[in-house]
Structures are given as C-alpha cells and as structure tokens.
C-alpha cells in the first residue's frame, strides 16, 4: 500500500545506517504528510544518507502539529509548507533561519460529473463560490496542516464562511492529504490537494483535476533547523548538514530528478549563494 493510502500521522524510518556511525549521526525532520505521500523521501534520503551517513527519521504530520512538535523540540529540522507560520517559527527563536527549498502547486479534483461544473477552471475563488452556491459535498482536512491553511485562506477570499455550512456539504475529515481523498472519493467531494500527492494517489477512480493554474495555488515549502537557544538537544551538526545539503546544488538537482510518471513533483527554488 503506498504512502498516500495510509490514514493519520505516518512515520518513516529510514534505517541505512551501518554500526560504523554513532548514535549521534541521526536527526529527526518534523514534516507534512504530502511531502512523504508524495514519496519523495524514499527517494531523497537515501541519496543523502550515502554522502553524508547521517539517517534521517520523518515524522510526517501536518504543517501546524508538525511546527507545534518542534517548538516542544521533538525535532532537529522543520520542513513543511505555510510560509507565514514557518516565519513566526523563527521569530519566535524557535528556528535558526528558515530557506525557500521547492515548490508545487494545489489543485481541485473532483468526481467526472462534475455536479458544480468547475472542471477547466482556472479562478479558484470563483470555483469555490460555485461548490459553495450548488452545495456540492467538499471534504476538507481539517486539521491546520498547511493544505488546510492554505484552503481556509481561499474560501475566505472567496467570501464564504466555511463554519457556517460545517457538517453540511462542507465536510472535515481531520486527516492527512491521502486519507482526506479518499474519504473524499468516497464520499464525491471535492478535495484541495497538493499536486505533487494527487500524482502519486492510487486510487483516483474517476476523479480528475478540475480546477488548476490560479496563481493562488501557489505551494512553497521551507526548510528550518531547529535553534538549540531554545532546545539544546538539537543535533546541530546534522541539522545543518541536512539543511544545507538541500538547498545545495546537488539537493536542488535531486529534489529536480524526482518524477512519477515523467511527471516532477517539486520544483526546487532554493537561493542561489
């Protein structure tokens, strides 16, 4: 079963590492649940792990319970995708500095009849209007992850007051990205994904991407080490080897190569030093 059919908080392990390196060469990555339904790191980690011999563990939640984990510093790097949340991270003096890393974008699917008529559109606002006016099911995920961050500052652009209509055609799962479609197909709701997860779903059925190409679909991700000012058990060292390797011209180029399907999922956008 892939990543993106496992349901709640997903936990990956990636145990490479031989005895010749010490207990110490490990850290702990607080991430999203799209970046590892996507399966980039079972391709990434890997890569770095035979450069740099540090094993990296994933705990993949979403972005708000994932930056929650890191300020209680169960954690030596943030990466997750709510920019505004990751920049109160670092002011906070919880993050040393935080990196623009890769980028995709979010997308609407939805069942093939369709029963607001978005498919082709391009204006999200007007296509959440339209699910909110025909009282088409929505499922969202409901749980302040960064999709959902993302989704909530969109129906309130649009002038919809999703609270108002919860239980109703707008429907909260509390789940991850893979676990929220698939109760969304089940259901025939629409559903806010990222791009990069929908790509690497198994179980689309008949639902397609009907809204896309809105600049306000924009998704970037950072990257954060944790600041040992405020958790001094933090693997610095590591944090920063990681970190660093990421936003390098081999991370960005192996962040590049990753593809499903002649597809790339992440865009890297690193700045250049």
Not at 163 to 178: L, N, P
Request: include cysteine; hydrophobic fraction near 40%.
């Amino acid at each position: 079963m892939k990543l993106s059919q496992t349901l709640g908080a997903s936990f990956i392990a990636l145990t490479l590492a031989t005895s010749t390196y010490a207990a110490d060469q490990s850290i702990l990555v607080q991430s999203t649940t799209s970046t590892a339904n996507s399966g980039l790191y079972d391709y990434l980690l890997p890569i770095f792990q035979d450069k740099t011999g540090i094993q990296v563990n994933v705990v993949a939640v979403g972005t708000g319970q994932a930056i929650k984990n890191a300020e209680m510093c169960d954690g030596d790097v943030l990466l997750v995708h709510a920019k505004a949340a990751e920049e109160k991270f670092v002011e906070a003096g919880f993050g040393t500095e935080r990196t623009d890393l890769m980028y995709n974008d979010f997308v609407v699917v939805g069942p093939a009849a369709d029963p607001a008529g978005l498919h082709g559109m391009t204006d999200i606002e007007g296509a959440l209007r339209q699910i909110s006016s025909s009282g088409a099911l929505f499922a969202s995920r409901g749980d302040d992850s960064g999709t959902h961050k993302k989704e909530q500052a969109l129906w309130k652009a649009a002038g919809i007051d999703t609270a108002a209509a919860s239980g109703q055609w707008y429907r909260e799962t509390g789940s991850g990205m893979g676990a929220t479609l698939n109760t969304g197909i089940g259901m025939g709701a629409y559903v806010l994904t990222d791009r990069a997860t929908w790509i690497s779903f198994d179980n689309k059925q008949d639902y397609t991407i009907q809204v896309e190409g809105d600049d306000d679909l924009f998704n970037q991700y950072g990257v954060i080490p944790v600041n040992p000012a405020k958790c001094p058990s933090v693997n610095v060292e590591g944090a920063k080897t990681f970190s660093d390797w990421l936003v390098s011209p081999e991370g960005q180029d192996a962040i590049a190569a990753y593809t499903i399907n002649d597809q790339q999922l992440f865009f890297p956008n690193a700045p250049k030093n």
